[in-house]
T-cell receptor, first 116, second 112 residues
Framework: DQQVKQNSPSLSVQEGRISILNCDYT??????FLWYKKYPAEGPTFLIS?????DKNEDGRFTVFLNKSAKHLSLHIVPSQPGDSAVYFC???????????????FGSGTQLTVLP | DAGITQSPRHKVTETGTPVTLRCHQTENHRYMYWYRQDPGHGLRLIHY???????DKGEVSDGYSVSRSKTEDFLLTLESATSSQTSVYFCAINRDGNTEAFFGQGTRLTVV
C-alpha cells in the first residue's frame, strides 16, 4: 500500500503560468516532506522541503504548501519555465529510532512539461 | 554537487550471475542508501547504512545484500541476478539522517 501518492503521472503547463503538483499521504507519523526534481539520466536533486509544524515554505519561484488535516501537500512553481520540465517526486520522512536513517518514502512522480 | 560516484553507470548481465554496484562518497556522510527506480513506483529503498558495518533492510531488500567496510563506500550485491532486478539504481547520502539526501547519477542495470 503506497503511503505517498502522486495521482497525476503527467502535467502540461504553458510557460509563464503556474504549475501545481500534488501529493497525498496516508501515514500521520510523517513529519517532514520534500520535493525532488529529476531530469532524464540524472539522479534526483533536492528542491524544497517543509516541516510538519509549518503550512508553507517558499524559495524563489517554488512554494510548498502542507495541509495536515487533509494529508496533502502541493508544490507551486510560478512562473513556470521550460527548464522546469522534469519528473517531480514528493517524499516524506517519519521520526526514526536511534541509529536509523529516517527513511524517505517516495511517491511515483509527476512528469511536468512546460510548453514554450 | 555532492561528491557521490556510482559505478558502473550501465551494466548488462545474464540471469543467475552475481553483480556488485558501488557507491563512493567524498563527503564523509554517515548515512548511505540504495534505492531502485521503476515506472509507477517512484524510488523504493533497498538497504541503508548508518555507519561502517551498520546496515539495515529497506522496503524491497529481497535478493540484495550490502556491505560498508569504509565510510566512503557502500556496495550493493545481487547474489544471483533476476530479470525483475532490471532497474535504475540510485545511491544517496545524508549527513545526519534528518536533512535532505543527495543522490548519485544512477546505474542502469539490465538483466537478460
Amino acid at each position: 500500500d503506497q503511503q505517498v501518492k502522486q495521482n497525476s503521472p503527467s502535467l502540461s503547463v504553458q510557460e509563464g503560468r503556474i504549475s501545481i503538483l500534488n501529493c497525498d499521504y496516508t501515514n500521520s507519523m510523517f513529519d517532514y516532506f520534500l520535493w525532488y526534481k529529476k531530469y532524464p539520466a540524472e539522479g534526483p536533486t533536492f528542491l524544497i522541503s517543509i516541516s510538519s509544524i509549518k503550512d508553507k515554505n517558499e524559495d524563489g519561484r517554488f512554494t510548498v504548501f502542507l495541509n495536515k488535516s487533509a494529508k496533502h501537500l502541493s508544490l507551486h512553481i510560478v512562473p513556470s519555465q521550460p527548464g522546469d520540465s522534469a519528473v517531480y517526486f514528493c517524499a516524506a520522512k517519519s521520526p526514526g529510532s536511534s541509529g536509523s536513517a529516517r527513511q524517505l518514502t517516495f511517491g511515483s512522480g509527476t512528469q511536468l512539461t512546460v510548453l514554450p | 554537487d555532492a561528491g557521490i560516484t556510482q559505478s558502473p553507470r550501465h551494466k548488462v548481465t545474464e540471469t543467475g550471475t552475481p553483480v556488485t554496484l558501488r557507491c563512493h562518497q567524498t563527503e564523509n556522510h554517515r548515512y548511505m542508501y540504495w534505492y531502485r527506480q521503476d515506472p509507477g513506483h517512484g524510488l523504493r529503498l533497498i538497504h541503508y547504512s548508518y555507519g561502517v558495518k551498520d546496515t539495515d533492510k529497506g522496503e524491497v531488500s529481497d535478493g540484495y545484500s550490502v556491505s560498508r567496510s569504509k565510510t566512503e563506500d557502500f556496495l550493493l550485491t545481487l547474489e544471483s541476478a533476476t530479470s525483475s532486478q532490471t532497474s535504475v539504481y540510485f545511491c544517496a547520502i545524508n549527513r545526519d539522517g534528518n536533512t535532505e539526501a543527495f543522490f548519485g547519477q544512477g546505474t542502469r542495470l539490465t538483466v537478460v
